[in-house]
């Protein structure tokens, strides 16, 4: 069965500062791969996706980008965190031919 | 307005039924989705309908789907305080990417 981690759980971290968040996905090749971000009493937005092994689409301009560098890792990353940062930030995949996501546990990212 | 629509909150005792509704803009959706997110938790797929569907029924869970009016609804049949959670209703549009709703947030009173 597949199963997908995140981590951290949790992360508390200053303004300016860098930021790598990791998504690994056991289970399934060729997912397809997303970043979602959830602001406090807010729905999902989605930030990026990846069809591939460095094939990075960008759903919205912000600070933070994305990587793929294999095909079950998804890497978020940020070289100078902002405040506006803070919220919880969920991982998904899906299997190629279809559209159902399947999400991870989610990070947990306050900036102060 | 909003691609997709939901009340934010609902409050319901333990043993009704609860019904959460959604309205979306797209028309092309192939499928919808209901996901279930507890307190500080990743996002649980609860059960999704194809679009050609009017109805499915999955134990405690029955989706009604309304394409004419572009309305989906979630009914729970004997809530139980552990289905307290926040549910969000979900679209694809083909582009690879779901489109979620803000979320209502289910409150089950015992």
């Known amino acids: 069965s597949q199963t997908i981690h995140q981590w951290p759980a949790t992360l508390v971290q200053p303004v300016g500062s860098p930021l790598s968040l990791e998504c690994t996905v056991e289970?399934?090749?060729?997912?397809?791969l997303y970043w979602y971000r959830q602001a406090a009493g807010r729905g999902l937005q989605l930030l990026f996706y990846?069809?591939?092994?460095?094939?990075i689409s960008s759903e919205v301009p912000q600070n933070l980008s994305a990587s793929r560098p294999q095909d079950r890792q998804f890497i978020l990353s940020s070289k100078k965190l902002l405040l506006s940062d803070s919220g919880f930030y969920l991982c998904a995949w899906s299997p190629r031919v279809e559209e159902t996501q399947y999400f991870g546990p989610g990070t947990r990212l306050l900036v102060l | 307005g909003e691609d997709v629509e939901q009340s934010l909150f609902l409050s319901v005792r333990e043993g009704d039924s609860s019904v959460i509704n959604c309205t979306y803009t797209d028309s092309s959706s192939t499928y919808l989705y209901w996901y279930k997110q507890e307190p500080g938790a990743g996002l649980q797929l609860l059960t999704y309908?194809?679009?050609?569907?009017d109805m499915k029924q999955d134990q405690r869970l029955t989706v009604l789907l309304n394409k004419k009016d572009k309305h989906l609804s979630l009914r729970i049949a004997d809530t139980q305080t552990g289905d307290s959670a926040i549910y969000f209703c979900?679209?694809?549009?083909?582009?690879?990417?779901?489109?979620f709703g803000s979320g209502t947030r289910l409150q089950v009173q015992p």
């Open positions: 309908i194809f679009s050609n569907m």
């Open positions: 979900a679209y694809d549009t083909g582009r690879r990417a779901l489109t």
């Open positions: 289970g399934t090749s060729n997912p397809n």
């Open positions: 990846s069809v591939g092994i460095g094939q």
